[in-house]
T-cell receptor, first 114, second 112 residues
Framework: GAVVSQHPSWVICKSGTSVKIECRSL??????MFWYRQFPKQSLMLMAT?????????EQGVEKDKFLINHASLTLSTLTVTSAHPEDSSFYIC??????????FGPGTRLTVL | EDQVTQSPEALRLQEGESSSLNCSYTVSGLRGLFWYRQDPGKGPEFLFTLYSAGEEKEKERLKATLTKKESFLHITAPKPEDSATYLCAVQAYRGGSEKLVFGKGTKLTVNP
């Protein structure tokens, strides 16, 4: 149990385009989902916390207009990177909270912006 | 500010050579300390949660312990398949929600 999926697993796009990443909790309902970014040899950095049916809460320094998060249901959250640039290339990982102290992570999405 | 520091950054062991990884933390209001395993190009895989000083948890060759300032992940008689990056994270209640703050990880390589 407690499986989280992400789609796509990798994506390559041109600079200036937008990319959508989906995060799904497959066998449980997640009231809270989290989006992280991980650069090579760096720790996971929390970007935003989203609760179903409400606006996401962004961490300091994360542009909410650039990283659009939608948490439309208890099993689906999406992250859209708008007008992506090469510096947005990173490994994006979502996690879903089953209870307040349980977070289960997706397999990650490798974004490369050319 | 919440902070998590893991050491060493990288560790090479021979198969069967036991060792420990360290995670030191500063956080006000610790809600839990987590250990994850991360394989290259994958998301973190949950290993343990520890809540209070003195607590210990075991799973196969891994044992996690917690004090008021740090946690250790002990690896007994490791095998090559234990090679991975081990992440430590502390959970704190900030801004109305539970959040995890991660360390940079320890990359473990176990040679056969």
């Amino acid at each position: 149990g407690a499986v989280v999926s992400q789609h796509p697993s990798w994506v390559i796009c041109k600079s200036g385009t937008s990319v959508k990443i989906e995060c799904r909790s497959l066998d449980f309902q997640a009231t809270t989902m989290f989006w992280y970014r991980q650069f090579p040899k760096q720790s996971l950095m929390l970007m935003a916390t989203s609760n179903e049916g409400s606006k996401a809460t962004y961490e300091q320094g994360v542009e909410k207009d650039k990283f659009l998060i939608n948490h439309a249901s208890l099993t689906l959250s999406t992250l859209t990177v708008t007008s992506a640039h090469p510096e947005d290339s990173s490994f994006y990982i979502c996690s879903a909270g089953r209870t307040y102290n349980e977070q289960f992570f997706g397999p990650g999405t490798r974004l490369t912006v050319l | 500010e919440d902070q998590v520091t893991q050491s060493p950054e990288a560790l090479r062991l021979q198969e069967g050579e036991s060792s420990s990884l360290n995670c030191s933390y500063t956080v006000s209001g610790l809600r839990g300390l987590f250990w994850y395993r991360q394989d290259p190009g994958k998301g973190p895989e949950f290993l343990f949660t520890l809540y209070s000083a003195g607590e210990e948890k075991e799973k196969e060759r891994l044992k996690a312990t917690l004090t008021k300032k740090e946690s250790f992940l002990h690896i007994t008689a490791p095998k090559p398949e234990d090679s991975a990056t081990y992440l430590c994270a502390v959970q704190a209640y900030r801004g109305g929600s539970e959040k995890l703050v991660f360390g940079k990880g320890t990359k473990l390589t176990v040679n056969p």
